[in-house]
C-alpha cells in the first residue's frame, strides 16, 4: 500500500522530469503516435487517449484543449496501472500527467492511456473538438521525448436515421437521440408513427430528466411480475415522482399505449405544475377530454408544450407516437431554444 506521502512525492517526481528533461530523445522515425477519439455516449462525451509502437512508456503528460462553451469536464483516470494526477484546468486547457509507481518497466507495444468523460452541455450540442498538444512521454530510465504534432477529433453528428427525413419532427428526434435518452433501431430507422406505450414514454422522461433510477425497484402493483425488467427503475422513479399512477384496480398496465391526454398529464406534473381544477382547454371537442385530464392539458396548452392536430381538436383519447412524445418531452426544457410546437 502506498502512502498518500509517497504519492504526492511521486506527483512531483512526475511533473519534474516532465519539466526538466530534454526533448526528442526517445523520437524517431518508427517512435511512439498518439491518437484521441471521441464518442457520444447518453449526454456524455467520452474521449480515449491511446498510444501506439510503444517503447518502455513509463510516465506520461498532455495538454487537452476544448470547447468550454459544449462540454464540462467531469472525470479523467487511466486503465494504466500507477497513479494519476489530479487533472489542472486552466481556461479551456486541462493537463493530464500519469506515472507507473516502483521499480517496473514501462509500457511495450499499444495500449489505452487515459479516458476523459465530458458532460455535453444541452445550449451548445453540435460537434465538439478536442486538441492533443504538449504531449510529453517518459520512459523507466527517465529519459523524455516530447511530440510535436498536435492531435485532434472531434465529436460525431448524431444518428442520421433513415425514415425521418423530412418529418415534422426530425429536429427534436436527432436531438434526443445527441441526448442518449431515446434510441432508434437496428434497422437505423427511429419509426416515428409507431405509439408509445406507458412504460416507454415513462422511461424517455426519467431519462431526459436524468432522474436516479432504482437499480433494485420493489414495484407494488398487481401486475409487477408483467413488467420488463428494463422499465421498472424507471417506472418506480416515475411513480415514486408523482408523475404517474396505476390504475383503480391495482395494475400499471405498462404495455398499455399512452394516450395524449395521459402524456400531457405526466408532462405537467414532471415540471411541478399544479394546474387551476377549474380550467379547461379550449378545443372543439373539449367535452371528449376526461374530466381529470382537462386542468392539465389547459396548463400544457398555456406553456406551449402542446398543441391539437388540427380543425381546433385536440383527441385526448388518440394514442401518442414516439415523434410526439419527443417533441413533447423536448418542449419543456427551456435551455432548448428553436424548439416550436408543431402539428403531424
Avoid: C
Amino acid at each position: 500500500m502506498i502512502s498518500i506521502k509517497k504519492l504526492g512525492f511521486i506527483a512531483v517526481v512526475l511533473f519534474m522530469v516532465l519539466s526538466l528533461y530534454p526533448s526528442g530523445a526517445l523520437m524517431a522515425d518508427s517512435g511512439p503516435v498518439i491518437t484521441i477519439k471521441a464518442a457520444n455516449q447518453g449526454s456524455n462525451v467520452i474521449l480515449e487517449v491511446k498510444g501506439q509502437r510503444l517503447t518502455d512508456l513509463y510516465a506520461y503528460q498532455f495538454n487537452l484543449a476544448y470547447d468550454t462553451k459544449r462540454l464540462k469536464f467531469i472525470e479523467a483516470k487511466s486503465p494504466v496501472s500507477g497513479f494519476t494526477v489530479d487533472p489542472i484546468l486552466k481556461d479551456n486547457d486541462l493537463l493530464f500527467a500519469h506515472s507507473k509507481v516502483g521499480n517496473v518497466k514501462g509500457i511495450q507495444g499499444e495500449a489505452s492511456l487515459a479516458v476523459l468523460t465530458f458532460e455535453r452541455l444541452i445550449s451548445h450540442s453540435g460537434p465538439a473538438e478536442f486538441k492533443l498538444h504538449h504531449i510529453k512521454l517518459v520512459d523507466s530510465g527517465l529519459e523524455m521525448a516530447e511530440l510535436k504534432n498536435e492531435v485532434r477529433a472531434i465529436t460525431a453528428q448524431s444518428i442520421t436515421f433513415t425514415d425521418i427525413k423530412g418529418h415534422w419532427a426530425e429536429t427534436s428526434i436527432l436531438k434526443a437521440s445527441e441526448l442518449g435518452w431515446v434510441n432508434g433501431y437496428s434497422d437505423q430507422t427511429f419509426r416515428p408513427q409507431k405509439q408509445v406505450t406507458r412504460a416507454e414514454f415513462v422511461t424517455m422522461l426519467v431519462r431526459a430528466l436524468e432522474l436516479p433510477v432504482s437499480e433494485a425497484p420493489e414495484l407494488q402493483f398487481k401486475d409487477s411480475r408483467n413488467i420488463p425488467v428494463w422499465s421498472k427503475g424507471y417506472i418506480q422513479t416515475a411513480v415514486e415522482s408523482g408523475l404517474i399512477e396505476g390504475y383503480a384496480d391495482g395494475t400499471f398496465r405498462h404495455n398499455r399505449l399512452i394516450t395524449r391526454a395521459e402524456m400531457a398529464a405526466v408532462i405537467v406534473r414532471s415540471q411541478g405544475v399544479v394546474p387551476d381544477p377549474a380550467a379547461k382547454p379550449k378545443f372543439s371537442d373539449t367535452e371528449q377530454i376526461p374530466a381529470w385530464a382537462q386542468p392539465y392539458i389547459a396548463s400544457a396548452v398555456d406553456r406551449g408544450w402542446i398543441q391539437g392536430i388540427g380543425r381546433n381538436q385536440f383527441a385526448p383519447l388518440k394514442n401518442a407516437n414516439r415523434a410526439e412524445a419527443v417533441h413533447l418531452i423536448l418542449a419543456i426544457d427551456p435551455s432548448l431554444s428553436g424548439v416550436k410546437e408543431v402539428g403531424d
